[in-house]
């Protein structure tokens, strides 16, 4: 058996609609409902494409109705703070390394900023991935139950808060059964070094729209053993950034070796 989730991340009003407009036909068409991460009040230049989308609210409370998965996707996706994070990397962060207070008022503003526009979610994932303890207990302070992160196997409750693994940054490879989360941005698309993306995405649905659930089946599993899954978060984070690198370079070598001896004979 296959579960597999499709979220795409950085929804806000200035995104680049023309890009999101081309995912939403194909999601409509396969009938996927997929985990939509809005941004609050986005501050991301990045993410400031457009002209601002008048609209965009009501549509996301639209989407919401029709059965579409809405989450808070960080407040300002400001990524201005440096701080030791739980799965992710060295690198900027909106939230990674601030105190409890600060981590918390930021979270308490998305919040309202969502429920202004009449968007209520107890969901969360944060810009990068990136995160830390602090994170997790201002959210469960703030009456947030789920984020879409973590690396480990299974689900598992981390200070209050459900953590639904997402092991990939992209649309991952599909072999075995299990558990997937294809994350997508659909604003990247028009970028030459990320233009496989929408290719991947329309692959996913062309081969795989029957194994597509939303973030609600997708979260109802067995909760892993806290210690377990921590464990199993560690090992994948030190394979990811220690044992497959390694493997890819030999995995080159390998097929260089490969093709100057076919030269040679
Ligand atoms: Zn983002």
Same mark, same amino acid.
């Given at each position: 058996m296959k579960k597999i989730l499709v979220r795409f991340d950085d929804l806000?009003?200035?995104?680049?609609?023309?890009q999101w407009e081309k995912a939403k036909v194909l999601l409509k068409q396969y009938d996927v409902k997929p985990l939509l991460g809005v941004v609050p009040e986005c501050r991301d230049p990045e993410l400031l494409i457009d002209k601002e989308d008048l609209h965009f609210w009501?549509?996301?409370?639209s989407l919401q109705k029709e059965g579409y998965t809405l989450a808070m996707h960080g407040c300002f996706h400001e990524c %201005?703070?440096?701080g030791k994070t739980l799965v992710s990397g060295p690198g900027y962060s909106e939230f990674a390394g601030r105190s409890y207070e600060d981590q918390y008022a930021t979270i308490k503003k998305g919040k309202e900023i969502l429920e202004e526009h009449g968007i209520h979610t107890t969901i969360f994932f944060a810009p990068r991935h990136s995160y830390d303890l602090n994170t997790l207990k201002a959210l469960a302070a703030n009456g947030f139950t789920h984020i879409s992160d973590g690396k480990s196997h299974t689900v598992w409750n981390r200070e209050? %808060?459900?953590?639904?693994?997402c092991r990939s940054s992209g649309c991952p490879a599909i072999r075995f059964n299990g558990y997937y989360t294809a994350v997508f941005h659909a604003?990247?698309?028009?970028?030459?070094d990320k233009a496989f993306a929408y290719k991947e995405f329309v692959s996913l649905l062309e081969n795989h729209h029957q194994d597509i659930v939303d973030f609600n089946e997708f979260a109802s599993r067995k909760e892993g053993h806290p210690f377990?899954?921590?464990?199993s978060e560690k090992a994948f984070i030190f394979y990811e950034n220690h044992i497959r690198p390694k493997l890819s370079a030999l995995h080159v070598l390998i097929k260089r070796r490969g093709r100057k001896n076919g030269r040679k004979t």
């Open positions: 806000c009003p200035t995104m680049n609609k023309e009501e549509e996301m409370r %201005i703070h440096q209050g %808060i459900l953590c639904v693994p604003h990247e698309w028009v970028r030459e377990v899954q921590m464990i």
